[in-house]
């Protein structure tokens, strides 16, 4: 498995969710680790990355100020504090691993290995 995530749940809007992601072999050996998500009848989105070596950050507009990702280099370890969750964030969230060092971290086709998804609802 290369990319294993974790901490999807059920949140009442205002509240918290932190995900996770291990990366394995060639998934955490490369530029850095997204997140993305996909809410039903929407296209999917990117929403936050970081890169293994600089630990420099990448967010969306709609998360920022909101959402946190970090990054844990001895575990090769990838997570995302969700504050301040709203309903409209309700979503399958999964990340991904970027091997290539260039390219756009905002789009998806840049990305060499995705995770399963982890479901995140928001209630109002």
């Known amino acids: 498995v290369q990319l294993q995530a974790s901490g999807g749940g059920l949140a009442q809007a205002g509240g918290s969710l932190r995900l996770s992601c291990a990366a394995s072999?060639?998934?955490?050996?490369?530029?850095?680790v997204s997140w993305f998500r996909q809410a039903p009848g929407k296209e999917r989105e990117f929403v936050s990355g970081?890169?293994?070596?600089?630990?420099?950050?990448y967010y969306a507009d709609s998360v920022k100020g909101r959402f946190t990702i970090s990054r844990d280099n001895a575990r090769n370890t990838v997570y995302l504090q969700m504050d301040s969750l709203k309903p409209e964030d309700t979503a399958v969230y999964s990340c991904?691993?970027?091997?290539?060092?260039?390219?756009?971290?905002?789009?998806?086709?840049?990305?060499?290995?995705w995770g399963q998804g982890t479901l995140v609802t928001v209630s109002s």
């Open positions: 970081i890169r293994w070596s600089s630990g420099l950050r």
């Open positions: 072999g060639r998934a955490g050996a490369g530029s850095g």
């Open positions: 991904a691993a970027k091997t290539r060092y260039s390219g756009d971290y905002f789009v998806a086709e840049q990305y060499d290995f």
